[in-house]
């Protein structure tokens, strides 16, 4: 089964292909990584999906949805979110607005609603209110609820740039080097995050990193890139023991 | 838990609804129902003279204005330069009617209610006409499209015969269930209901700012990427901004239309765009209350200067009016002091001096 196809995907950026040919089956329930030297590719892989870029060939297909040339407004509808690289939060907001922000799809009244503000909208916001809580309970974050977002520590604003994302109620989660920059202790707490995504939540996982120990640990699926060429593919066992993968990435001891 | 439902220590909620409240305290709630009561109180307890009373309503008019400026330009960060040009659409659209009918049709007097709530649609219908930009541009370039559309309204009504060229447009006196309304109520009555008028608003955008229509205005000025990413079509969200503030300008230019008995071309020029701008930055931009500030403050600096200038003027003997000259450049020097000093403008030192009170005696 199939959640999400990638199939023969190539971006070019004027002369130069940032993705070429990428063939990608991601199955529900599972954390695929993706993987790859710098510049090799996986974040446009993930733009792609996201909708941020769109491919110059080739498509992009969830459930029955084609995702090739949707807007990442669109994409989010579907139930695809995605927590950034480069944190892209709402800085000069607290954290719970962070996160009661990104659950825009979800609420349904009207703007007249929401300008008297009595019954439905009020409702949903507490209701809102209460999914947010629970994601706030989830990642750890009730120290910080009511703090502003730019004034809090690196390793813990990745963390909320996870819990937004997954206040959107995924079912696919793109997480772009979710562990970077982070500390030991910081890396277990995500990990344990993720794992719990995968158990609890049921959410498809996909995860782009740059620590190989983290990866070969809790991925089902990998997918290594390198000049925007996917050069192996499978469990991470196949991919240790892949010749060109070694050569490409891993390397000798 | 018992709680003191006047003096709150902490958070005591034991439901979301219970956090979603404008008032935490009763004691907020009771200094807001007493401040509103004081304003519509106080006409009553004490005369006024007609021209003090037009400073008033000139203001809360302003208010009106920069209560919609402040949404898309402090909320949704996408400045505005022709915010002047929505209060002339809002005006123009009750003058027009004026032109069809005559100034004393009984459209004019007794549907005026209808008349500046149509302003304010037909100034929201603008908004989103002039937002459509926003779709592609940002910063700068979608400021200067603003402009553009500021200098395409004064041209196009300076060049309409319909709108008699930019010369006054009378409006005829309206009339309410006591009968018309005369030459001396004229102000106390226009004062009665912007004063309500502004009630409303200003609830409706409170209201607002606590549910998804409010929050994707943040959204877009903080990270249109990330609004994006969260469901939110970044440009769409900034049309709606703009037609959020058109509508608010365009209530304030009907209300302007009446209260100035007419509408002429030179209410609506590029000088009052900035000079609302300069209120929003000035009552501080991103804040509620920041519009109510604003407007006052600017109207308080130009009457200073107005008296500092005749005193000056009685002292150095000096003939010609000094405040023409005065006034644009304690104009320039506030706005220049406060986006110094104060960016977050008087609604920061309303928001210190409230903390402090509640408080005290502690610092913290």
Known sequence: MTQLLVSEVTLTFGGLNALTQVDMTIAPGIITSVIGPNGAGKTSLLNCISGFYHPTSGTIAYGDHDLTQAPPHRVSTVGIARAFQNLELFRGLSVLDNLLLARHRHLDYSLWHAVVFLGKASQREAENRHYVEKVIDFMELEPYRKSIVGNLSYGVQKRVEMARALTLAPQLLLLDEPMAGMNIEEKEDIVRFILDLKKEWSVTIVLVEHDLGVVMDISDAVYVLDFGQVIGAGSPAEIAVNRKVIDAYIGEE | ?364
């Open chain 2, 1 to 364: 838990m018992a709680t003191n439902r006047w003096l709150a220590t902490g958070n005591f909620f034991s439901s979301y609804r219970e956090e979603q409240r404008i008032f935490f305290t009763a004691l907020d709630r009771s200094a807001l129902l007493a401040a509103v009561c004081l304003l519509a109180l106080w006409p009553l307890l004490v005369t006024i003279d007609s021209k003090f009373m037009l400073v008033i309503d000139t203001i809360l008019v302003a208010v009106v204005a920069v209560l919609g400026l402040n949404l898309v330009t402090g909320f949704a960060g996408l400045i505005s330069i022709g915010h002047a040009a929505f209060v002339g659409i809002g005006a123009y659209t009750v003058a027009s009617f004026a032109r069809l009918l005559g100034e004393n049709h009984v459209v004019l007097t007794h549907a005026w209610p209808l008349l500046i709530l149509l302003g304010g649609l037909v100034g929201a219908a603008f908004g989103a006409l002039v937002g459509l930009p926003a779709m592609r541009l940002k910063h700068l370039y979608l400021a200067i499209a603003t402009l553009s559309f500021q200098m395409i309204f004064q041209w196009v009504i300076n060049f309409m015969d319909f709108f008699n060229q930019g010369q006054t447009i009378a409006i005829g006196r309206v009339a309410w269930p006591g009968g018309t309304v005369t030459r001396g109520q004229h102000y106390l009555f226009w004062y009665y209901i912007i004063l309500t008028v502004i009630v409303v608003l200003a609830f409706a955008v409170r209201n607002l700012l606590r549910t998804r229509y409010g929050r994707c205005l943040i959204a877009v000025r903080d990270n249109d990427r990330a609004a994006d990413a969260m469901g939110m079509h970044p440009g769409l969200t900034k049309v709606y901004a703009f037609a959020l503030a058109g509508f608010f300008a365009g209530v304030a230019g009907g209300l302007q239309a009446y209260l100035y008995r007419g509408v002429g071309i030179e209410s609506f020029t590029l000088h009052h765009s900035i000079n609302y701008l300069a209120m929003a930055i000035v009552g501080g931009l991103g804040t509620l209350h920041g519009a109510f500030w604003g407007p006052a403050a600017i109207k308080a600096l130009d009457l200073l200067v107005e008296s500092f200038s005749s005193w000056v003027g009685e002292i150095l003997t000096i003939s010609g009016n000094l405040a023409t000259a005065f006034k644009p450049l304690s104009f320039g020097l506030v706005i220049v002091l406060f986006l110094m000093f104060e960016p977050r403008g008087v609604a920061n030192w309303w928001r210190i001096a409230r903390s402090y009170v509640k408080q005290w005696p502690f610092r913290y």
